[in-house]
């Protein structure tokens, strides 16, 4: 099954599971559109809701390809720059190219600005923080749904590696949403509104982050 739109055909996956109540529609990465529903929902009903659901899995689709341009390619500090291989260096950066040897250890490399870059921005913001707090310990690693992550009982915060990627006001934002979890472990009005105490514009910085 297909779904044609603007001249583009997607894939429509069709997952039955007898422990499925409702029927759920998501566009994938791939741009694949998968419909899960209950082992019992015939092919034609999958049809009409694909339907009667058109103008929403369109704008699903435009999101996941937005997400898709903000993630392929080469991206440093918010910055996106051409790819050019190289075997004279291990990296060097022009005005929108970056020149990359290709067995070079880009993550690594990532790794090492972000234990100095991270760093230096959790402590400015630790202290211009609102609220007394231990200052947390800094973890840096991979992930591929959160951002950041707080463990209120070790004091440690774990910053997602790709924020390295992003505009450091990213990394901001981030940075203050887990330090109110050490005044707040969740998501309650005065959660939030510590969250703003500290950054005014965190709104307008969290609604961007969904395009990533």
């Not at 999101?63 to 790819?83: A, T």
């Not at 630790?126 to 009982?153: A, D, E, Q």
């Not at 774990?158 to 998501?187: A, F, G, Q």
Request: aromatic letters at 12%; proline letters at 1%.
């Amino acid at each position: 099954m297909k779904l044609a739109v603007e001249g583009t055909n997607y894939h429509i996956e069709i997952e039955r599971k007898a422990s499925n109540r409702n029927t759920y529609i998501r566009v994938k990465k791939d741009l694949s559109i998968q419909v899960t529903t209950n082992r019992f929902t015939s092919t034609r009903a999958i049809q009409k809701l694909i339907e009667d659901n058109y103008d929403k899995i369109v704008k699903m689709i435009a999101v996941q390809q937005k997400k898709l341009e903000n993630s392929e390619g080469f991206f440093y500090l918010g910055k996106k720059y051409d790819i050019v291989y190289v075997e004279y260096c291990d990296i060097s950066f022009g005005q929108e190219k970056v020149f990359l040897n290709k067995n070079f250890d880009l993550d690594k490399w990532y790794k090492m600005q972000a234990k100095v870059l991270f760093l230096s921005h959790l402590d400015k913001i630790y202290h211009s923080f609102s609220r007394k707090i231990p200052y947390p310990k800094l973890k840096i690693r991979k992930m591929t749904s959160r951002w950041g992550v707080c463990n209120v009982k070790l004091k440690t915060v774990t910053l997602n590696l790709e924020l390295i990627k992003r505009d450091t006001k990213y990394l901001d934002y981030v940075i203050v949403h887990e330090l109110s979890h050490l005044i707040h472990p969740n998501h309650s009005k005065a959660f939030w509104e510590l969250v703003e105490e500290n950054m005014k514009n965190y709104r307008e910085c969290r609604k961007e982050m969904k395009d990533f």
